[in-house]
């Protein structure tokens, strides 16, 4: 027994000379198959002792590697987490101005609808205007047609009381001569006496005739030459209301070509820059709306990858976790091989320092 306590601690690579068949000898087959056994067992723990050493090694490395992989992804879906949370409120700042352009919009097109309308509107005046316009255009030329009319009839009427005075003057001229010649007559009946007292008295009605006739043509005279400064007077005031209607036509006619054409025209054209305008606007509007829909799209799809952003964060982080804990695990286990390791070489190194007989000393049984 003392001998194979002895080669209990020897090399595994020996082995016993059985020469029996006793049972002794079984036993030392028995040790012998023992000791190969155990031979195998030892290198194979060896091996796997390096191995687990070796892929404890790597895989301490690789846990380093990701550990520092995860902490740098960690870092980075902080930092576009809290990128991704200030572009989520630059959007939905967005959404907000975009809704307060739009309600301005919609404040622009309902201005621009009251301003075409007035412009439809002031273009309605403007037609309406032109055609008070021509109306008056024709009532000036129908008065400017009846103040030429009344003017000949004045013209006329001055030819006439310019006959009238010639004709009074016929006539005072008649009376002159009448009252002459009834004085004349007077003067022979005197001389003729009783004879011709008859003849006095008709020649003196005769006189007192012409001389009423001489009165009341040089009071016809003085009307009638009133009536004529008064018709010169009239032939002044229409030639002056003649120049006036002349001037008003005139006037008239430039604001119907003119003014209210370019009214009209600048309306129309104003009206038709509103619509163009209008029209603008409200595909704007339309525009804005489909922006401020998508606007709120993005800012959904911004809140929701937030989201998503904060659990793949919260998941990096328990990765991060189990890296540590791996890459602990990866050192206890690295350390646990070295201690098998320098277990196997104190096994070794015993069992060289046990051997006390020679190598090729042989054991019987």
């Known amino acids: 027994m ?9 090399r595994f690579n020996r082995k016993i000379d059985v020469r029996s068949k006793d049972e002794i ?120 047609h009846s103040v030429k009319e009344a003017e000949g009839v004045i013209n006329g009427l001055e030819h006439k009381s310019k006959d009238i005075t010639n004709i009074l003057g016929v006539i005072n001229g008649i009376a002159d001569q009448t009252n002459l010649l009834a004085l004349n007559a007077a003067i022979e009946a005197a001389r003729a006496g009783e004879s011709g007292r008859g003849f006095s008295v008709v020649a003196e009605e005769v006189r007192k005739l012409a001389v009423q006739s001489s009165d009341s043509a040089k009071e016809i005279e003085k009307l009638v030459n009133e009536i004529v400064t008064e018709i010169e007077t009239s032939q002044n005031m229409f030639k002056a209301v003649n120049e006036e209607v002349k ?18 025209e600048q309306t129309a054209e104003i009206a038709a820059r509103m619509n163009e305008m209008n029209t603008t606007v409200r595909e704007l509007s339309k525009g804005s709306e489909q922006i401020s829909k998508a606007v709120n799209e993005i800012a959904d799809v911004s809140r929701e990858s937030s989201a998503s952003i904060q659990d793949i964060a919260a998941s990096a982080e328990e990765q991060l976790a189990s890296m540590e804990e791996i890459s602990s ?20 190194d015993q069992r060289i320092r046990s051997s006390g007989s020679p190598q090729g000393e042989p054991l019987f049984f």
Do not use: P, W, Y
Request: net charge negative; no cysteine.
């Open 2 to 10: 003392s001998l194979l306590r002895r080669r209990s601690v020897r």
């Open 25 to 144: 000898g079984q036993l030392g087959t028995s040790f012998n198959e023992m000791s190969e056994s155990l031979r195998d067992v030892i290198q194979a723990v060896q091996t796997s002792v390096e191995n687990v050493a070796s892929s404890s090694e790597e895989l301490t490395a690789s846990a380093g590697q990701t550990t520092k992989a995860t902490e740098h992804i960690t870092s980075s879906i902080e930092t576009f987490s809290n990128g991704n949370e200030n572009q989520s409120e630059m959007v939905e700042q967005s959404a907000v101005h975009l809704k307060q352009m739009n309600e301005g919009l919609n404040e622009v097109a309902e201005t621009s609808d009251v301003i075409t309308a007035s412009s439809v509107q002031s273009k309605t005046v403007a037609e309406t205007g032109g055609q008070l316009v021509e109306q008056t255009v024709g009532q000036m030329k129908t008065i400017d």
């Open 247 to 264: 001037n008003g036509l005139t006037i008239t006619d430039q604001t119907k070509t003119k003014k209210f054409s370019q009214i009209n």
């Open 329 to 348: 695990s990866s050192t206890t286990l690295s350390q646990m091989a070295e201690e098998l390791r320098d277990l196997i070489k104190k096994i070794q």
